[in-house]
């Protein structure tokens, strides 16, 4: 994974802000770059905040200069395929971050199995999310886990249990930002705050070894927001992993999702450039 600064230097990036005709400098002029962005992002078409999955009944036919942009970037940026490893360690606590539908689930059991099968080690896994009440279309596919699940944080919740079923030794909790918009950032500090009292007060958390669990796609955007994180609670060291995305979540990804997760890690890349991450 690159920097900020250099991801913004690369030519897939800028061949794809040309097709996109994004032409503020994400340096030096940034709050016009992130608004151009946000613009752009079809999950935030016609005054819209879409979960990304909604993404998913997107047709729009899009020019063929943006199509290739947009797949040339996302491929140069890993979100196709693949996995970033979780490994190393030891960590101090590992985040599993929530999501929508089965994700929290999904980072939760490879935060855990990557600790019993002696891939990592961590004291604690943190289960995060935010108090997004969840759409209808995605309550019926997490009753198994979740029953009567309302919020993201319901989806952490049951994913936590889920888990202690199966690995009871593990320590293994649930965090609740309490922002029904809260992205990374939110989620993280949050996960912090509640570090401070867990290892014992606020001096006991500077120079812990963190690392995050998202979903592949979202992996480069994750390691910027946790560059920036490292900076703000001085952390020793942090690693970003991505598990591989479920294969029949892939199959029904249309083009109007690696667009938007280009434009979101665009977006992530300039804060972390202006931030020198």
Known sequence: MVSGRMLLRQDATQLFLAAMEIDADPIAELDQFLKACEQANPRYQGGGDLVRFQLEADDSKWPSRIRHATLNLANYLNMCRGEDPLKGGPYDVIIALGGA??????????????????????????????????????KGQVQDFAEGALTEYDLCLGAQQFVKKRYPDLNIVAVCNDDPRSGNDGVIDKTM?????????????????????????????????????????????????????????????????????????????????????
């Open 193 to 277: 705050a509640f570090c401070a009292t867990h290892f014992g007060g606020a001096v006991r958390v500077l120079n812990l070894s963190v690392a995050a669990v998202t979903t592949r796609i979202y992996a480069q955007g994750l390691y910027l927001d946790m560059a920036r994180a490292a900076k703000r609670h001085r952390w020793g060291q942090f690693l970003a992993a991505g598990h591989a995305s479920d294969p029949e979540a892939v199959f029904k990804r249309k083009l109007a999702i690696y667009l938007s997760e280009c434009l979101t890690t665009l977006r992530k890349a300039a804060l972390a450039a202006a931030e020198n991450c």
């Open 101 to 138: 539908r089965r994700s929290p689930l999904h980072r939760a059991c490879y935060a855990a199995q990557a600790i019993v099968d002696n891939r990592t080690e961590a004291k604690l896994i943190v289960i995060a999310g935010s108090t997004r009440p969840l759409v209808e279309e995605e």
